[in-house]
C-alpha cells in the first residue's frame, strides 16, 4: 500500500549557509524512537488497552495516513472504525486500501491482545468501504499459549531501497507463504510477469504522477520538516522516504507542497520509481476471491502476516500499487499475470545485507481515541 515515488536529490545541489542559519535549521531527520511518549488524557484506558492499541496503529498504510480510530464503549470493548479524513480519494475513490489497512491493524491488534493474554472477539459491522463502524471487538482474558513475538510488530519496516537481486529461496518462499498458497503468489525477478509488473510499474507511476489531483494529494501528506512531522507524527517524512544526509536537510529546510508539483520533481520521482524496480528478487501478489468488506479485512490480515515474517530472513516488502490505482493498468494485470482472483496488494520484495531500524511515526493512541 504506498505511493512514494520520490526524490533522489541532485548531488550537485549546492546551498552556501552561514554557521548561525545552520545552527538552527532543521539538521536531522525525525526518527520514531526521537518520539517521546506523550501524557495519557484518557483515563478509561487501562495500561495493557494502550500498549494494545499502540502496538495495533503500527499497521502499515498508504502515505502512513493511519486511517482507523477507535471508539472506546468500556474497557476492552471497543468498535474500530473508519476514518473519513484520512482517505486518499484521488488514488483510492472506493476506499479499498482504506479498508486493506484496516485489517492491517487488526491483524496487530489480535497478535498483541493474545501477547497480552486476550483473545479477540470479532463481530462484523460495515456493509461498505464508507461506513465509519467497521467492526466490533470484545478482548477476552484467556490462558496465554505461544503469545506472539510483539518485537516483530514493533520492528516492522517498509524499506525502498538496497534490495539485492537474489531471487527468494524455495524454503523462504514456503515459510512466508505457509498455509496460503492460493491467495500469496512469488513472481521470481527472472520471471515474464515480474518483468512485465516492472514496467507497469513504472507506467502507472508515470500516469498517476501527471494527475494534478493525485499529486496535489501526496503532497498533502508529505511532512517536509521535522516540527510538522512531530505535530502530525503521520505521512511521509525524509526518513520514510529514506532520503538521507545533506539531500535530506535540503529538503526539510528548503521544501514544501509547492515543489511536489513542479516538474523536476514528478521528473524525479519517476526516476526513483526505475531504480527501485530494478533491484528486486521480484514480486508478491496477494489475491482475494471478492471484494467484500469481510473480504478485503481478511486479506489486508493476510498480508499483515506475511509482512511480521520477512524480517527474521532479511527480506524486505515494498508495496506499490500504482497499477491498481490507475485504470488503464488495472484492467491489463489480470490476464497478463493469468490470475482470476482479484489482485490486492503488489509488493516488491528483495534481500537485504543489512536491515535498517523502522523509523515512520505514529498518532498516540490517545489521538484516535474517540469516546
Known sequence: MNREKFISLAIGTTITVGTTSYLFSDKSNLLRADMKTTEDKNKNLKSDEKEILFLASLAPSGHNTQPWFVQYLEPLHWIIGNDKNKWLPAVDPTQRETILSIGTFMQNLEYAAGAFGYSCDWNLLAKTNQDEQVMEVNLI??????????????????????????????????????????????????????????????????????RNPAQQELAEWIRFSSKDAK?????????????????????????????????????????????????????????????????????????????????????????MTQILEESSTKQQLNPAMGISENIQFILRVGYLKNYPQPVSLRRPVDWFIRS
Open 141 to 210: 482474558k484467556k490462558e496465554s499459549k505461544n503469545a506472539f513475538d510483539i518485537t516483530k510488530i514493533k520492528n516492522r519496516r517498509t524499506v525502498r531501497s538496497n534490495f539485492l537481486s537474489d531471487v527468494l529461496k524455495k524454503e523462504d518462499i514456503e515459510y512466508l507463504v505457509n498455509s496460503e498458497p492460493e491467495f500469496i503468489h512469488y513472481l521470481p525477478v527472472t520471471s515474464k510477469e515480474s518483468q512485465y509488473i516492472d514496467e507497469q510499474t513504472i507506467i502507472a507511476n508515470r500516469i498517476q504522477s501527471d
Open 231 to 319: 505535530k502530525y507524527s503521520d505521512g511521509l517524512t525524509t526518513a520514510t522516504m529514506e532520503i538521507e544526509g545533506f539531500s535530506g536537510w535540503v529538503v526539510r529546510n528548503f521544501y514544501s507542497k509547492n515543489n511536489v508539483m513542479k516538474q523536476d520533481f514528478r521528473e524525479r520521482g519517476i526516476d526513483n520509481v526505475k531504480k527501485q524496480v530494478s533491484e528486486s528478487a521480484g514480486w508478491i501478489l496477494i489475491t482475494s476471491k471478492d471484494d467484500s468488506v469481510a473480504t478485503l479485512l481478511e486479506t489486508g490480515r493476510k498480508m499483515q502476516r506475511l509482512f511480521l515474517k520477512v524480517r527474521e530472513r532479511n527480506i524486505a516488502i515494498h508495496p
